[in-house]
């Protein structure tokens, strides 16, 4: 496993490349370019230019996250075989710089949702938290109104404020797409781009639906263990894979996750782990990456990934904002990087009481002077 920490570019980011390379576990970044629309293509230039930012400090790029899907590819409006070309020549251009992991998103028209972006703790640091009850009294322009008050002057990943200016216009476009038509959708442009990846050897995971039910109405395709089996088979390829990511599935406690984890041996190009609490039906809050701070148990989680082989990157995602740090809800560097060193930690204990002596950081680019 190689521990990764997010970081969104120079112009919208925080924190430095520089400061996440002084944690001791992590290897490399998984990033993008934050200013592309979904449909754009990602130029050269850039591409080289954030390249370069990160091996500046000793890391890698272990991965992007997101290359976002446009609309009409989901949707399948008539312009999708032009926005699913547009794809494939940005998948070219990673590939071509050695990048093979790209995390995306199907779901409509807006990313991760919560109710609150910081939620005051009695420790005194703050997380995001969703509450159902809130949400579904809600319609979409209260909800986006709401995120907007909250966000300061952080963007929030999935919610760009260009793309949801026209949010009347894309909840339009979906009208008469269930969810077998969604997944129809994502299985075209899986079978479509699936080449190019092979030809690059270009992982593309999957990321679950946040939270795992449906929203505002919109269908939802990667809620569980049967979504999850149901997208692989859409394009059987070493390529079509999954982001595991701990937090959106473990939103719904029906969902076992260690079990989801060893059913997919494989399938797992990448991992998001973070814990959530579970307050009642259809309400969380996100916790401390810590087992006994949340609902979810991280020894389990780990152990899982451990023994199916798990070799993929790994990064702690939305930690708690503490210490009074400012950043992007979820994404500052303080929880995260305590969270990263204590999923270290739990894995280094799993490796040896296995009697595994590896070393416990695989790093191509700490290996660089
Ligand atoms: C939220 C993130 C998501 C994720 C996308 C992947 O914090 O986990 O925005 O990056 O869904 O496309």
Redesign the pocket.
């Known amino acids: 496993m190689k521990m990764t920490f997010r970081w969104f570019g120079e112009k919208f980011d925080t924190i430095t490349p520089e400061q996440i390379r002084q944690i001791s576990a992590c290897v490399g970044v998984i990033t993008t370019l934050y200013d592309t629309m979904p449909g754009e293509v990602w130029e050269v230039s850039a591409i080289k230019a954030l390249k370069e930012r990160v091996e500046r400090a000793g890391l890698e790029i272990s991965g992007i996250?997101?290359v976002?899907i446009h609309d009409a590819i989901k949707a399948a409006t008539p312009e999708r075989d032009g926005y699913i070309e547009n794809y494939i020549k940005t998948l070219e251009r990673l590939g071509e710089v050695g990048i093979d992991l790209v995390?995306?998103?199907f779901m409509p028209v807006f990313?991760?949702t919560r109710s609150d972006l910081a939620k005051p703790r009695p420790d005194g640091s703050n997380v995001l938290s969703y509450d159902g009850s809130l949400i579904e009294n809600m319609d979409f322009e209260q909800m986006l109104e709401s995120l907007e008050s909250k966000r300061g002057d952080f963007l929030l990943?999935?919610w760009e404020p260009e793309r949801m200016a026209r949010n009347k216009e894309l909840f339009e476009i979906y009208k008469g797409v269930d969810e077998a038509k969604l997944r129809e959708n994502l299985g075209y442009f899986l079978k479509a781009i699936m080449p190019t990846c092979e030809k690059y050897n270009i992982k593309m995971a999957i990321?679950p639906d946040?939270p795992a039910w449906s929203v505002f109405g919109l269908p939802r395709i990667v809620k569980n263990h049967e979504d999850l089996h149901a997208l692989v088979n859409l394009a059987p390829s070493p390529c079509n894979g999954i982001t595991l990511?701990t937090g959106s599935l473990g939103s719904n406690p029906d969902n076992d996750i260690p079990a989801i984890i060893r059913s997919l041996k494989g399938k797992i190009h990448f991992a998001?782990v973070r814990n959530v609490k579970y307050l009642g039906y259809r309400k969380f809050d996100e916790a401390a990456h810590l087992s006994e701070d949340g609902s979810l148990d991280m020894y389990e989680i780990m152990k899982a990934f451990y023994d199916i082989g798990f070799e993929g990157a790994l990064r702690p995602?939305?930690g708690r904002m503490v210490w009074n740090e400012k950043s992007m809800p979820?994404y500052g560097l303080y929880d995260r990087a305590m969270g990263i060193c204590y999923l270290s930690g739990l894995l280094e204990a799993i490796r040896k009481g296995r009697g595994d002596r590896r070393s416990a950081l695989y790093s191509p680019a700490k290996e660089k002077p």
């Open positions: 996250e997101s976002n995390c995306y998103n990313d991760w990943p999935g990321h946040d990511c998001h995602d939305h979820g």
